[in-house]
Each structure stands twice: as C-alpha cells, then as structure tokens.
C-alpha cells in the first residue's frame, strides 16, 4: 500500500469517527439544584420547598440534588441563619460563617465533579440565594445580594438561577442543546 492510500484510507477513518460523533446525541446539560427545592425535607425548619416547575427540569436536563448547609455540617432542624456584617449568624447569636463556607465549597466539588454548568438555587437562602438575600436583622427585610453557596458558584463559572427563573433556565437548557450539537 503506498504512502497516499495509507493517509486516504486513516482520512476516511477519521471521517467516518467524525460522523459517528455528530450522529451520537448531546452530553445531557448537567444542574446542580437545591435539593429543598426537589422535595427533601432539608430547610431550617426540616420542612421542604419541593416545587414541580422545579422538578419538571428534569425532563430537560439532569438535575443533581444537593443541600449546602448539610454538606456543610448542619443538622436540620437548626436555628434559621442570615448574612451580615460578612458573615452567616444563627439567630441565636452563633457565628456559622464555617459551616457555609464549608458547604459551598462542596457544592462547588460536587458540580465540578459531575460537571454541572448551571445551579437551580433557593431564592433568599443565606447559602443559596441568587438575588436576594434577608439583611441580618431577622425581621423579614430583604436585600440585594448573594447567598455564600450561590456567589461561590457563580465566581467559578455556574450559570445561577432560583427557582423563580425556571422558564428562563429551560430557554439555557434549549440553547446549551443546541451548542452541544
């Protein structure tokens, strides 16, 4: 065989590889979502925030459930906890800035491990909020701002939505579809 059938026939190999890759469907889009939000009974007062917008994403994408704050070493039921003065503060008065910390920190291992490109988060959770946050004071009060979990994932990449923002998170899932093919 010469030098010129031998490169044709690894072209055509190659090519014919291409093809089977192009005919193979999409890696499925990968989120990571707050697992309050899929129904475990997870929140401060051991009760859940299930949502079946939430849940319906599923049908679009894989959803990995995960909680930061017992990732993080909390147990539930606990004491609520806000953000202030840089920190996260149990209403008792005791500093869990650690516990939160240590939670986002898993939440980013888990997503980067499974490769998640986005989060579904709880809005106004000092872990998870996306938006809005409570200021601290434990009245109700809302503020701008990040949840500790949700800042972490967002400075490393992960497109962050709440669960108010589902039908914007199925227009991402559409469009990373389309990226992927």
């Not at 709880?122 to 701002?145: A, L, M, N, V």
């Amino acid at each position: 065989m010469s030098n010129i059938e031998e490169k044709a026939g690894q072209s055509g190999k190659s090519m014919d590889c291409a093809k089977r890759k192009a005919d193979r469907p999409a890696r499925p889009v990968r989120i990571l979502v707050s697992a309050c939000l899929m129904g475990a009974s997870c929140r401060y007062d051991g009760a859940d925030n299930g949502r079946e917008e939430v849940q319906a994403l599923g049908q679009r994408a894989v959803l990995v459930p995960f909680c930061p704050e017992i990732y993080g070493g909390l147990m539930t039921p606990r004491m609520p906890s806000e953000i202030r003065d840089g920190g996260v503060f149990a209403k008792d008065g005791r500093d869990v800035t650690h516990q939160y910390m240590r939670g986002a920190a898993e939440a980013l291992k888990m997503a980067q491990l499974l490769g998640c490109q986005a989060a579904v988060l709880k809005e106004r959770s000092p872990s998870c909020g996306s938006h809005q946050i409570y200021d601290g004071t434990f009245t109700g009060t809302r503020i701008d701002g990040m949840g500790v979990t949700a800042r972490l994932l967002a400075e490393h990449g992960l497109r962050i939505f709440s669960e108010e923002e589902t039908e914007d998170c199925l227009r991402w899932i559409e469009e990373q579809g389309s990226e992927r093919r």
